[in-house]
């Protein structure tokens, strides 16, 4: 059912630095900042030849990125997202195999305009999961 890797996302206490540090010190292709205030975060997009890394950062005072950098000051790997074909089909599927999806249960749209949903980590082995239809 999953597809591609579409992104891995890290969150960064110091986006200014950790682009600089994605630009400079590894010479990657690295996007402007956009803010997303839906999702609390501003994220930075970094393309890979083969998949995208997602820098995000807290936006506004109830980022769910804040409480993430409290209990990893550092940063650090926050999700993983899969490209799915269409994403309803996706989310009842995965419901059916006991499956959580955070929030309504709704997809919202993601960060590059597509649908996407969020899937609970203690059912993916302590991982986030979002899923994006392209
Ligand atoms: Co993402």
Redesign the pocket.
Known sequence: MIGRLN?V?IAVPDLDAAVAQYRDALGARVGAPQDEPDHGVTVVFIELPNTKI?LLHPLGEASPIQGFLDKNPSGGIH?V?YEVDDILAARDHLQAQGARVLGSGEPKI??HGKP?LFLHPKDFNGCLV?LEQV
């Open positions: 992104h996302a997602e999700h997202c993601g960060a996407v979002e």
